[in-house]
Every structure is written in structure tokens, then in C-alpha cells.
């Protein structure tokens, strides 16, 4: 038997480190050729990295969260053979220790062994996220015992209980199994000899929960968006005729209004082309084509996959390819220039939307544009109110590079694009 090394991979050009998203095998467990050992993150695309030959894991680089240079070593397999790794030989010295599942001649234990299945969970005994094997907090006792069973205390506890003429059975216990301590007998015998209310008591636990992967990769980029000036419009928007127009386009309501909205972004910067730019370095790029930026949520967070050429796609087009790359991020499977390139963004929550919202630039994107929810309100004609279906867009900018009169020059034309969407499809 040998061991097999197999490091990080060079998994995309300019890419020098990323980040362990999570393992997809536990030490000890065999694997066959081309089976995914562990997925890495890096732009916020997850890649799974397969084992070029079969073997038994006996060792890992590192925890989720933790993030490895490429070339670094990753995994090591227990094959058949002399492997590739001699014996002795100490490629990466900080890696190197065995880690914790590792046994003394470094083969894995089963991390699910008898031995470390009947140990405490210190860990999330510390912060209060514990199982139920650890010992109730004494601000959530366990419940009085059933008559006639006996109340467990100390022997302390219980001379302290005959000298008080307590009866121990009134006693709610908050040790473990309910049992009784000083602390629990004193606050029977401060209350009165009331024994405490059965009803909700407060939650002091605390869980520590470290942010990796794609979550944290969200906040540093909402740490660099912080950092950029914004101004943000409103505009009420009439999406009557709009909606009625996609209704009798797709009776069977497949069509939404988001592809209405994309048309109406692709027409509004051939008029103002520096808003579909990026700032960066004090440098502004501006982009003759239109690369929709689409904010999606998905399960491990939001996400931002790109229809690309926007500008080339006619209205059916750009909502078939909303759909295909908000799918793709929400199962996992979108490519990494799928995720990356947009030029300008949209971010909506549908039905959840409020009145009103300040989105976050997408940076370096200088604009985004914020959709909210659409709702029947009623609308003055100029001689009476009428029920008109209604929605605000929330547009932010980077001040550094659009003045405001630009941005609401911006923001009128869309309200004029949606509010007459005949004008959507004349071509200049």
C-alpha cells in the first residue's frame, strides 16, 4: 500500500487560491477514480474537484472556510501500489500535522466511531447549541416529577431541604435529568415555596456560526459596496398597459415582467451609455454591449448570473435566458462566465418586494436597477381616482461617476419605456 497526493488543481486563469466549500467525502471512506472528493469555491462558482485514481481517504488539507493556494496539497488517498508520495517526505509542512480524525500511523478512525459518538459535544456546549445530552441551562429547568417518583438531589441539597421544611418533589431541578441543586433549592425557598411557572422560559443560548463560502464571499463584496458613494431615485411607475401587454403575450402567464423591464434597460442606455460602465481604480470602462447582471437567491445565498447580450436578444429571448441562468445559480450549475462580466443589474423580490428599496451597486457596476411590488393602488386621472396596477423602481447609482440629473434622466426613461411599452419595440 502507498499514498497518493493530490493537490489543488489550477481550476481558472488568474485564480491563485480557493477557498474549501466542502468535503465530499469523510476520512476513511474509499473512493473510486473520478469520484468528487471536495468542492472549492472561488468568484462564486463552485467547482468539485474528482480523484484521478480510487482509494481510501487518509487525510484532508482543511475545514470549510479555510482556503488553499493553488498547487497546495489537498487530499491524501491510501492506494494500491507505491503511490506518489514518499514515505517521510513533508511536502507542505503547515499542512502537514495530522489532523484531529487522523489515528497514529495516519490512518483515519471513522469519524462516526463508537468511541467519539459517546463524547460530549464540548464545542456546542460552549455556545449553547448543544444536543440534548448536555445539561439543560439553569434558566430552562426541567419539568416537577411525577408523583411518587423520587426527586434527585445531593445529599447537601437534600439536609439543606429538611432544615427549610422544603419538600424536594416542589422543586423544579435544572441539572442533569432534572436534578436538584443550590441554586434551584434557593430560588424555591426566595419565591415563597411557589414552584416556578410552567410556561416559556427565557433562551440565553448562544450558537456561533462561522461565515464561509458563498456567504462570506457576499459580505465582502457588500464591505467594498459600502464603501462607494450612492444615490438612490424612486419613481412610481403605471404598469397597467405593461401588464396587460404581457398577459395577452403569454396567457398562460409563463412571461413575467422582469424580460419587459431588461428591453426597457437596453433602449435607456443607448441614450446614456456611461451608466452600463464599471469604475475601478479611477478608471471608467464603457460597454457597448449590455450584460444583464439578474440577483437571484439561492440556497447558499445571492447570487448574480449574467445574461449576456442583452442588447442581441429579442423580448422572448432575454426572458428564456433569465430563466435558464437563474435556474443554473439556484442548482448549482452555473459556469463561472455565468456568474461574472455584468455590466448593469436588476435585483427584484417578486411578490415579497416592498414599496420601496435602496438597492446595493453590484460593483464595479455603476447602476442597478430595484424592482418592487406590484399592487393595485388607486391612480388620479386628472378627474378621478381609478384602480390602476402600480410599482415603484428603486435605482441606485455610484455618485462618483453619475450626477443625479443623469440619473433621473435615466429613471424617466424607463418610467416612459414601461409606462408605454409600444415604445419598447420601435427601433430608432
Request: proline content about 9%; charged content about 25%; glycine content about 8%.
Amino acid at each position: 500500500m502507498g499514498l497518493h497526493s493530490i493537490r489543488m488543481p489550477d481550476i481558472g486563469e488568474g485564480i491563485a487560491e480557493t477557498e474549501i466549500a466542502e468535503w465530499l467525502v469523510p476520512i476513511g471512506q474509499m473512493v473510486r477514480e473520478d469520484e468528487p472528493l471536495v468542492a472549492v469555491m472561488t468568484d462564486k462558482a463552485t467547482v468539485e474537484i474528482p480523484s484521478p485514481v480510487a482509494g481510501k481517504v487518509v487525510w484532508q488539507a482543511g475545514q470549510p472556510g479555510d482556503v488553499l493556494a493553488v498547487g497546495a496539497e489537498l487530499v491524501r488517498l491510501e492506494v494500491e501500489g507505491a503511490g506518489n508520495r514518499k514515505p517521510g517526505e513533508h511536502a507542505d509542512p503547515d499542512r502537514d500535522a495530522p489532523s484531529p480524525a487522523e489515528g497514529i500511523e495516519g490512518h483515519a478512525a471513522p469519524k462516526d466511531s463508537p468511541e467519539t459518538a459517546r463524547k460530549p459535544d464540548t464545542a456546542r456546549a460552549e455556545t449553547g447549541s448543544g444536543s440534548s445530552t448536555h445539561p439543560p441551562s439553569p434558566m430552562q429547568p426541567a419539568p416537577l416529577r411525577p408523583e411518587g417518583e423520587k426527586p434527585l438531589a445531593p445529599p447537601s441539597v437534600r439536609a439543606r431541604a429538611r432544615e427549610a421544611g422544603v419538600d424536594l418533589r416542589m422543586v423544579r431541578g435544572s441539572g442533569p435529568a432534572g436534578r436538584i441543586t443550590h441554586d434551584d433549592l434557593s430560588a424555591f425557598i426566595a419565591s415563597g415555596g411557589l414552584p416556578p411557572a410552567a410556561g416559556p422560559q427565557p433562551d440565553e443560548t448562544v450558537e456561533e456560526i462561522r461565515v464561509i463560502g458563498l456567504r462570506r464571499r457576499i459580505a465582502e463584496r457588500m464591505e467594498t459596496a459600502n464603501r462607494i458613494p450612492h444615490i438612490t431615485i424612486v419613481e412610481e411607475i403605471d404598469a397597467t398597459a405593461v401588464e396587460d401587454l404581457r398577459a395577452r403575450m403569454a396567457p398562460g402567464g409563463k412571461l413575467t415582467l422582469l424580460p419587459f423591464i431588461a428591453r426597457a434597460i437596453v433602449k435607456a442606455v443607448r441614450d446614456q451609455p456611461m451608466l452600463n460602465a464599471h469604475y475601478e481604480d479611477g478608471v471608467i470602462r464603457r460597454y457597448g454591449a449590455v450584460h444583464l447582471g439578474i440577483a437571484a437567491q439561492t440556497p447558499g445565498g445571492l447570487m448574480v448570473p449574467v445574461v449576456r447580450h442583452a442588447e442581441a436578444l429579442s423580448l422572448r429571448e432575454t426572458a428564456a435566458e433569465i430563466a435558464r441562468v437563474a435556474q443554473a445559480a439556484k442548482d448549482g450549475t452555473a459556469r463561472r462566465e455565468e456568474l461574472t462580466g455584468s455590466t448593469i443589474s436588476i435585483t427584484s423580490l417578486g411578490p415579497l418586494g416592498a414599496i420601496a428599496t435602496t438597492p446595493i451597486l453590484n460593483a464595479p457596476e455603476v447602476a442597478i436597477v430595484g424592482v418592487n411590488r406590484l399592487a393595485v393602488r388607486p391612480h388620479w386621472n386628472g378627474t378621478a381616482f381609478e384602480p390602476r396596477r402600480m410599482m415603484n423602481l428603486s435605482c441606485s447609482f455610484d455618485h462618483r461617476v453619475i450626477d443625479g440629473w443623469d440619473a433621473a434622466v435615466f429613471v424617466a426613461r424607463l418610467k416612459d419605456l414601461l409606462e408605454t411599452p409600444a415604445l419598447i419595440f420601435v427601433e430608432a
